[in-house]
């Protein structure tokens, strides 16, 4: 079983036979301006074939606007870099865990299938952090740079009525930063220089100017609560006791306790679980064994 963690910053590749785990720089953005570069160097920055060619760092644009899924075929050629060129085979089985608009894409269930590749599943990234929370009824907020994905568990399987996706981490929160500098982002060298001096490409998103931090402090909390109370939780979910939170948001810095603050302000009936980071794919293949999975129509 191939796994593959399709991420803003880093694609997560692991090979259950082998027990080969290796990463492979991504960027997820749109190719014209990037929006996702918080801890990219810029100097190692290759766009579109550029990217393919130098194989350092890939950009895709980005797939999903308002739910839907836009250019499947970005992530096709990114999905065939990995297979050829780091993993040099075609598995039998491909796990894939990446957004839940793409598991009904007609186009890229198709192309997969033409890869020849005999089982092919999909799983959402923010299900990883729940093999650790001992509740059979959570909430999971998945809040990667580019989007931010919603959904309730129940005894270990997801709850189809209860996603939600939002997209605002990455692309409203730039704009928001850009707003308050005064900034004019005309082009990618701009945005980028603007990203730079926000973040401090090389400091693991710590935001260096104090206003824009505490304006993007606020917007953040605002857009995750905001999140949370409009997930449409079936009745068995509704009693949730847990809040499982993952995903690239959670390394800026004093993020948790900013949203614990104001989710006691709310009083919000939930108990926090920060997850940074969510790699162990090994697990997996725990998920597979419980059936925790939205898979493609064979």
């Given at each position: 079983?191939?796994?593959?963690?399709?991420?803003?910053?880093?694609?997560?590749?692991?090979?259950?036979?082998?027990?080969?785990?290796?990463?492979?720089?991504?960027?997820?953005?749109?190719?014209?301006?990037?929006?996702?570069?918080?801890?990219?160097?810029?100097?190692?920055?290759?766009?579109?074939?550029?990217?393919?060619?130098?194989?350092?760092?890939?950009?895709?644009?980005?797939?999903?606007?308002?739910?839907?899924?836009?250019?499947?075929?970005?992530?096709?050629?990114?999905?065939?870099?990995?297979?050829?060129?780091?993993?040099?085979?075609?598995?039998?089985?491909?796990?894939?865990?990446?957004?839940?608009?793409?598991?009904?894409?007609?186009?890229?269930?198709?192309?997969?299938?033409?890869?020849?590749?005999?089982?092919?599943?999909?799983?959402?990234p923010g299900m990883l952090p729940l093999l650790r929370n001992s509740s059979p009824v959570a909430i999971s907020l998945d809040v990667s740079d580019s989007g931010c994905e919603t959904f309730a568990v129940y005894n270990g399987t997801i709850l189809q009525e209860s996603l939600l996706t939002t997209d605002f981490a990455g692309r409203l929160l730039s704009e928001?930063?850009?707003?308050?500098?005064?900034?004019?982002?005309?082009?990618?060298?701009?945005?980028?220089?603007?990203?730079?001096?926000?973040?401090?490409?090389?400091?693991?998103?710590?935001?260096?100017?104090?206003?824009?931090?505490?304006?993007?402090?606020?917007?953040?909390v605002q857009q995750i609560i905001k999140t949370i109370l409009a997930v449409p939780l079936a009745s068995r979910a509704r009693a949730a006791k847990n809040l499982v939170i993952s995903g690239g948001i959670t390394k800026i810095e004093g993020f948790e306790a900013i949203i614990i603050k104001k989710m006691q302000e709310a009083k919000a009936p939930y108990t926090l679980n920060f997850v940074k980071g969510d790699g162990e794919l090994k697990k997996v293949e725990q998920m597979f064994e419980k059936g925790t999975w939205i898979e493609l129509q064979e």
């Open positions: 079983m191939i796994i593959i963690d399709l991420g803003n910053a880093l694609t997560k590749v692991h090979d259950t036979k082998t027990n080969l785990s290796f990463e492979v720089p991504t960027v997820i953005g749109h190719t014209t301006q990037p929006r996702a570069l918080l801890n990219v160097d810029a100097k190692r920055l290759f766009i579109g074939q550029e990217a393919l060619k130098n194989r350092a760092f890939i950009t895709i644009q980005r797939p999903i606007q308002f739910n839907r899924v836009v250019d499947s075929e970005a992530l096709v050629v990114f999905l065939r870099h990995i297979l050829y060129f780091e993993l040099k085979q075609l598995p039998d089985h491909l796990v894939i865990l990446v957004h839940a608009s793409f598991t009904g894409h007609v186009a890229l269930q198709q192309t997969l299938k033409d890869l020849k590749i005999k089982r092919v599943q999909f799983a959402l928001r930063l850009l707003q308050s500098s005064g900034a004019v982002c005309n082009s990618e060298s701009d945005f980028l220089h603007l990203q730079e001096h926000f973040y401090g490409l090389k400091n693991d998103y710590k935001i260096q100017n104090s206003a824009v931090q505490n304006l993007a402090e606020e917007f953040l």
